[in-house]
């Protein structure tokens, strides 16, 4: 990832993540069109923008908004033994859930909802960010409740669904913001252990 700007305009910074195509398989290049494709379906003052994407035949470079504000990972980690009020918690809440509330009316489930994956844009707004993991269900599948089988995200923000590989796609989002919230208001994670299995299990 680097920072540039658009040469008409030099006030406008962009982020670039520059991936190298040589040193990738076949199925990261797919996941990562397939993450450009859910980003231009999607348009949400709290979800990081996609601008463009050039290609050439050694790299793909991914134009995207810059959230000079850092991450959210970043503002918990530096408050130590200080947690976000409640209303500073609910303010972040609630664009963070109207996001994914876009996300889901247009089929995406994010899959990967944790402080790391949130940053604050130029304009100080909360901004939802890496699609990576991200699925898209068809309309009538979506409907049908059509629930997930892979699993997919970080484990300290999984549903217990989404480890027994049985989960609603909507649902794991929500489990994931409710550990966030957790997170905020308390300083630590809910569901903690000395190695995965312990986490696991107390999940």
């Not at 463009?52 to 408050?79: H, N, R, W």
Request: aromatic share 10%.
């Amino acid at each position: 990832m680097f920072l540039s700007h658009n040469i008409a305009d030099p006030s406008l910074q962009v982020a670039i993540k520059l991936f190298n195509k040589t040193k990738l398989t076949r199925d990261q290049i797919t996941r990562i069109r397939e993450e450009v494709k859910i980003l231009t379906t999607l348009d949400h003052p709290n979800i990081v923008k996609y601008y463009q994407t050039y290609e050439d035949t050694k790299y793909m470079y991914l134009v995207m908004e810059y959230c000079p504000g850092g991450e959210l990972f970043d503002k918990i980690a530096s408050q130590k033994d200080q947690v976000f009020n409640e209303s500073e918690a609910a303010n972040i809440m609630m664009k963070l859930l109207r996001a994914i509330n876009h996300c889901h009316a247009w089929g995406v489930t994010h899959r990967d909802i944790k402080p790391e994956n949130i940053m604050y844009g130029d304009d100080g707004e909360i901004k939802l960010i890496d699609f990576g993991l991200s699925k898209v269900l068809e309309e009538q599948q979506n409907k049908g409740g059509r629930s997930l089988n892979t699993i997919a995200g970080t484990l300290a923000y999984m549903a217990p669904e989404v480890i027994t590989e049985h989960y609603d796609p909507k649902h794991c989002d929500i489990w994931s913001l409710g550990v966030l919230m957790y997170l905020m208001v308390s300083g630590y994670l809910p569901f903690q252990g000395e190695n995965r299995n312990m986490i696991y299990k107390k999940i």
